[in-house]
C-alpha cells in the first residue's frame, strides 16, 4: 500500500501503468501458489485485497489534481510534447546522407543536443544516437527475454518475476528512459540471479 501511494503520487503514468500490472501479477503468483484446500478462501481474500488497492489508488488519484490534469490531457492527446521531441530526432536521423550515420547514430544521448530535452523513448534514442547497430543490439535483449519466457525450464515463481522485469522495462523504455537510467541498474542486479537460479529453490 506504501509503494502504491508513492506511485500514484508521483504523477508518472508509465510508473502507474507497471505498478498495476506488478500489483497484479503478484496476486496472480499468490493465488497461483496458495494451497488447493485454501484455494477458495485465498481467492475471496485477494478479490478484498484487489478492491482495497483499487479504491485506495482511487481517492488518491482523485486527490491528485496535477495527475488528473495529465490524465485529462493524455486523452485529448497531449504527451507532454515526447511526440515531438521523438519525431524531431528521428528525422535528423532519417534524413541524414551519411550511411555511417544511418549505422551507428550521432553519437550518445544526441537527441538532447538536437531537441534541448532527453529522450522518452528509448527504441527512438538507440536510433539516433548508435543507429541501426544500437537498435538491433538493444532489440536482442528483448528478444532474449522473449526466449527464456518460453523457456519451461524456469520455475514458476522466478518466471513470474522474469515477465514482471519485461513489461517493466518494456513500458519504461517506450515512456521514459530505461537502459540509462538508475531504475533499471536496480533491476540488473536481479537479473543474473534470476538466470542463475531459473529452475533451483533458492
Do not use: C
Amino acid at each position: 500500500m506504501v509503494i502504491w501511494f508513492y506511485i500514484v503520487q508521483s504523477s508518472k503514468r508509465g510508473a502507474i501503468l507497471a505498478g498495476i500490472l506488478t500489483i497484479v501479477f503478484y496476486f496472480v503468483n499468490n493465488f497461483y501458489n496458495s494451497d488447493s484446500k485454501i484455494k477458495i478462501r485465498t481467492y475471496f481474500l485477494l478479490l478484498f485485497l484487489i478492491m482495497g488497492f483499487s479504491y485506495f489508488g482511487y481517492r488518491i488519484y482523485m486527490e491528485n489534481e496535477f495527475l488528473l490534469t495529465r490524465m485529462s490531457e493524455m486523452l485529448e492527446g497531449d504527451s507532454s510534447g515526447r511526440e515531438d521531441i521523438a519525431s524531431m530526432a528521428f528525422q535528423m536521423w532519417y534524413q541524414s546522407d551519411n550511411i555511417f550515420t544511418i549505422l551507428f547514430g550521432l553519437g550518445y544521448n544526441s537527441i538532447e543536443s538536437i531537441t534541448g530535452h532527453v529522450s522518452h523513448n528509448d527504441w527512438v534514442d538507440m536510433l539516433t544516437s548508435y543507429g541501426l547497430f544500437g537498435f538491433v543490439l538493444y532489440s536482442s535483449i528483448y528478444i532474449i527475454f522473449i526466449k527464456e519466457i518460453i523457456n519451461k525450464d524456469w520455475m514458476v515463481d522466478k518466471k513470474i518475476i522474469l515477465i514482471l522485469f519485461f513489461f517493466i522495462a518494456l513500458i519504461t523504455s517506450m515512456t521514459s528512459r530505461w537502459y540509462w537510467s538508475n531504475f533499471a541498474y536496480s533491476q540488473m542486479i536481479i537479473l543474473p540471479y534470476l538466470l542463475a537460479t531459473k529452475n533451483k529453490r533458492i
